[in-house]
């Protein structure tokens, strides 16, 4: 392509797809958006503004930015009909069920941006996906704690927004923090694409088949709910809870090193980096950033700092090249600011949508693709004779 360089990382007879939004360099623990580093877009950028750029491929002017911002605000309110579906859940329904089952429906509210051979019809539905999910997850927080939805209040920005419809309370105003919207806003960031991750793949493979873009949403997020995947971070935070102080670390690391023990250190390891997660780097940075800013001391924290230490220098680890990935850290910083372990993964796939979207997007507009067939290598019985009952 012009100007894109194609960098063959020496496993192109495996690559399931070609792309030009998200490189990562595994061994370097480099992550680049359309050439942008994380690093550099998490210091400075919003994640509006990296959702144009995932989505148009630059990032925007002002104006392009505030048009953007705009036209994502005018649909955030979502079909009054779906508030009576969260109904149907029980209370303790896990928030991931609720966003698979809200957002699989929302084809049935939005016909008119369903049709994936119009483009314009894919813009809307890209833009309702982006611009819906904070509602959908502030929703499902709100119905499993018991208190009234709140309609979105689009004078605030995008993350403003989400922290008040799922934090505030109609008996009064809800101030939002300066801090915490930027550092909610870095976590949008950091979790909003990350190349082909399984539940991107699995959004890639549904759209290859022509279903409808909010189905292709939908299967993402029943993928990422997986604790080797997206669960990972509510799984972290359990972990660090059941370990608790820093003297019992040693007693898991032997465990996770154990074979015979299934026992993982969640939010360790990668499919991808050996190397440092660049994305654990920001966000351990902005847990100390968070719990200054809110005079928090959450003793988890120094047990998480300890055990990386460790983990870092055990041989078993360096051998494996084994590191911190963005899950490790995270559910610290979302703990700290009110979210309930279970909300964890409902976060990540509200910041992966913008990611889902645009690598369907690119999929779906290539003239040539085809629908996905993965293959297999067979290893059943040859051909043989059936056998009556009588005879077997
Ligand atoms: C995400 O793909 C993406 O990009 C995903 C993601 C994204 O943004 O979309 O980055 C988000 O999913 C991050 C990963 C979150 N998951 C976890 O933190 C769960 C804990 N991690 C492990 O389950 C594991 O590291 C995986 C699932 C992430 C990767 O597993 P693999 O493919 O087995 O990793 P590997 O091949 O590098 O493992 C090398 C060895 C293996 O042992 P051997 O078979 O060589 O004897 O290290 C072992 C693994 O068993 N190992 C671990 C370990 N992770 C791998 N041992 C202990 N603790 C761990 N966490």
Known sequence: QTGAFTYDPGFTSTASCESSLTYIDGDEGVLLHRGYPIGQLAEHSSFMEVSYLLLNGELPSSEELDEFSYTISRHTMLHEQLATFYRGFRRDAHPMAIMCGVVGALSAFYHDSTDIADPQQRKIASHRLIAKMPTIAAMAYKYSVGQPFLYPDNSLSYTGNFLRMTFGVPAEPYEVNPVVERAMDRIFILHADHEQNASTST??????????????????????????????????????????????????????????????????????????????????????????????????????????????????????????????????????????????????????????????????????????????????????????????
């Open 203 to 392: 959004v890639r493979l549904a759209g290859s088949s022509g279903a409808n873009p909010f189905a292709c949403i939908a299967a993402g997020i029943a993928c990422l709910w997986g604790p080797a995947h997206g669960g990972a971070n509510e799984a972290a935070l359990n972990m660090l809870k059941e370990i608790g102080t820093p003297d019992k670390i040693p007693h898991y690391i032997d465990r996770a090193k154990d074979k015979n023990d299934p026992f993982r250190l969640m939010g360790f390891g990668h499919r991808v980096y050996k190397n440092y997660d660049p994305r654990a780097t920001v966000m351990q940075k902005t847990v100390r950033e968070v719990f200054e800013a809110l005079k928090v001391n959450d003793p988890l924290f120094e047990t998480a700092l300890q055990l990386e230490e460790i983990a870092l220098n055990d041989p078993y680890f360096i051998e494996k090249k084994l590191f911190p990935n963005v899950d490790f850290y995270s559910g610290i910083i979302l703990s700290a600011i009110g979210f309930p372990t279970t909300m964890f993964t409902a976060l990540f796939a509200l910041a992966r949508t913008v990611g889902w979207v645009a690598q369907w997007n690119e999929m779906i507009s290539d003239p040539g693709q085809k629908i996905g067939r993965p293959r297999q290598l067979y290893t059943g019985p040859t051909e043989r004779d059936y056998v009556t009952v009588d005879k077997r």
